[in-house]
């Protein structure tokens, strides 16, 4: 069974940084396609970055410069390394494998203006 683990988050100003993580088990960390999606007030889920088994990532338009997704796979850990913070990335970020309806108990990013 899948487990997913969310840390890192916390409070910041506009123009912070912080650097979540993803701990999975229960799964070959290394051949999953892994991603990160967030979910702010009042809003759905939306996607935020994926990071392939062989690393290559892809991001949301509204990420994309400012975030960056890594892995590794020697400690079944994901990374999402935000930087220029903005006010409307304050959301609940969770980590998914891709085509699994797993997912952890989420870490709070709050972003103050």
């Known amino acids: 069974q899948v487990q997913l683990v969310e840390s890192g988050g916390g409070l910041v100003q506009a123009g912070g940084s912080l650097r979540l993580s993803c701990v999975a088990s229960?799964?070959?960390?290394?051949?999953?396609?892994m991603s990160w999606y967030r979910q702010g007030p009042g809003k759905e889920r939306e996607f935020v970055a994926r990071?392939?088994?062989?690393?290559?990532?892809f991001y949301a338009p509204s990420v994309e410069g400012r975030f960056t997704v890594s892995r590794d796979n020697s400690e079944n850990t994901m990374y999402l390394q935000m930087n220029s913070l903005k006010p409307e990335d304050t959301a609940v970020y969770y980590c998914?494998?891709?085509?699994?309806?797993?997912w952890g108990q989420g870490t709070q990013v709050t972003v103050s203006s």
């Open positions: 229960g799964t070959i960390f290394s051949r999953k396609t």
């Open positions: 990071i392939w088994s062989a690393g290559n990532t």
């Open positions: 998914n494998v891709l085509g699994t309806n797993t």
